[in-house]
């Protein structure tokens, strides 16, 4: 075996034993256990640990991102050096971590909330953001039963502007479905502002984040608190948010989450795309 | 009827599954840690860009389970305190 072989060989080992199954694991546990304490909570206003799970579980969902781009890149250098990749970044490679949430590892779906005996406080919340009446919903349409598909209606009515019917969208659902906004919406978040910016997110596009969407915030929602969206760039901009003297509402960051998506679709005119693949 | 018994085990089952995803986090920061090394002896010299890329990859990748951990940290004492006011 020549030098440049060996050098090969040690890479594709090396690339093919990053710990993506490991990180795999760890995000099926941690959406488990948000699943469990989600039931646990439903009818209660105390977090009970939901947002800090949900951040949890974004870190380990980029983490296994980051993972797969390192191992693309060895993949590109193999072959940029003249060897061809093998095992480092083929095809061949496990379920990667971001499609894995997409094939058949999901959740089963919940059975749609009768309106009459949804959380009456995740209701009242999200009446209150987006400056609405609170009534029951008017049966019109069926409420979204996951997370996904909740972000996916959320972000097409913000990317529309329309707060009417966002509202509609968001007050049926159950509330762990709702608070489950915040976790699928964030990785979205960071690569659409990628998207925006040209490059990942820097505590230097903090401002220009902010005055992209900070004026439809407003209009859709609100009742949304400001520094609520604050914390929420802060998280994508990967900077310790500004520390707040009350805690926020449950809802404020998994709504927020939800509709700063779907304004950022929009202004990437992804929105009239199907935007599934766009979340994941 | 749910009793808070049955609330608190429902509670600590799941801070066991967070405690088995902060287990596979751990390990996966290990091997990660054991694979950035190799990579750092295996490319010495290399100023390749796509070397440069791969190694700020892991990094990232490296500093997303220091984060995840930490996130697992606040859950577990929120729940647990949560549970203990029950």
Redesign the interface.
Known sequence: MSIIEDLAAQLRATSDELPVDLVTRALEQLRTATERLGRVRQASVNPLAVPELSAATEHAHLAGHALQVAQDHLAAYLSAIGLPAGAAGDTARPSTVVTRRHQGKEPARRAAPDAATAPRWWSARVAVLTGSKDRPSDGAARPATDPEELLRRVSNRAGAGDRERLHAELRGVDAEVGLGLAAVAGPALRRLAGQLLGHPPRVPDLHRLRSEVSGPVRDLLPGLPPAVLDTLLSRVCRTPPPSQPHPAHPADQAVAAGVVTGLLLNRLGGNRSNSRDNHG | MASVAE?KS??E???Q??S???S??K??GE??GE?QQ??AG??EG?G?E??T??HA??S???Q??D???T??L???E??RQ?SSTL
């Open positions: 609330l429902a509670i089952a799941a801070v599954q967070i088995d995803g902060q596979a986090v390990a996966a091997k990660l694979a190799t990579l295996a490319l290399s390749h796509a070397v890329a791969a990859a892991l990232q990748a490296a997303e389970l984060d995840c951990l996130a697992t606040a859950a577990i929120q729940a949560y």
